[in-house]
């Protein structure tokens, strides 16, 4: 069973930066994919970033810019490096991964932005 733990969430000011970690029960290059998500109070998730296993990245509108994927193959750890935060990035944010037919979801971290 593959599992995925992230932390790093905190409370944090606005115009702050925080950095989220997600550890992987697995080689993070057997996903085809990994990504972080996000869900506010009262809304749905929403795709933040990803990266596949070629290394092609991608970010919702929302967060280009500011927020930037990386990944660590020998500590099975992808990041996601948030700066300038704003009240609107406020939400749990969850880790995923993906194979074919597969997702995975960490259980989230929850990120405050507020002064």
């Known amino acids: 069973q593959v599992q995925l733990v992230e932390s790093g969430g905190g409370l944090v000011q606005p115009g702050g930066s925080l950095k989220l970690s997600c550890v992987a029960s697995e080689n993070i290059f057997d996903f085809n994919t990994m990504a972080w998500h996000r869900q506010a109070p009262g809304k749905e998730r929403d795709f933040v970033a990803s990266?596949?296993?070629?290394?092609?990245?991608q970010y919702g509108d929302s967060v280009k810019g500011r927020f930037t994927i990386s990944r660590d193959g020998a500590k099975k750890t992808v990041y996601l490096q948030m700066t300038n935060l704003k009240a609107d990035d406020t939400a749990v944010y969850y880790c995923?991964?993906?194979?074919?037919?597969?997702?995975?979801w960490g259980q989230g971290t929850q990120v405050t932005v507020s002064s």
């Open positions: 990266i596949d296993r070629n290394g092609k990245i």
């Open positions: 995923a991964a993906n194979i074919p037919f597969r997702q995975y």
